[in-house]
Nanobody, 126 residues
Framework: QVPLADSGGGLVQPGGSLRLPCVGS????????VAWFRQAPGTERLFVAG???????KYTGSVKGRFTISRDNAKNTLYLQMNDLKPEDTAVYYC????????????????????WGQGTQVTVSS
């Protein structure tokens, strides 16, 4: 059983929307920071958005105002609502979680996260 199962990707036209869910198994979302990263071909994996245990959210600049991250601890599910998608949003999107300890900050480095989803492809093209 994978610790995190992300899905919801697909092909969408510019200006369209997608919602990516990430379901955790075990005590994944009982605490800690959870986040989304993305990786375009030939580039490194980069932070997109995260939410701390306290509810604090953080976004990379290029998605502010377009993407919204949220978590439902009761359903052990993390979401990324993506609106007004642009071709430069094309990438494989990964959900990630830190160790289940209460956090008040959102880490943006890959090394801070101990659990990862398998990735879901998002392609924005006309």
């Amino acid at each position: 059983q994978v610790p995190l199962a992300d899905s919801g990707g697909g092909l969408v036209q510019p200006g369209g929307s997608l919602r990516l869910p990430c379901v955790g198994s075990g005590p994944t979302f009982g605490g800690g920071t959870v986040a989304w990263f993305r990786q375009a071909p030939g580039t490194e994996r980069l932070f997109v958005a995260g939410i701390a245990s306290s509810g604090l959210t953080k976004y990379t600049g290029s998605v502010k105002g377009r993407f919204t991250i949220s978590r439902d601890n009761a359903k052990n599910t993390l979401y990324l609502q993506m609106n007004d998608l642009k071709p430069e949003d094309t990438a494989v999107y990964y959900c990630a979680a830190t160790a289940p300890r209460y956090t008040t900050v959102v880490q943006t480095t890959i090394g801070a996260y101990t659990k990862w989803g398998q990735g879901t492809q998002v392609t924005v093209s006309s």
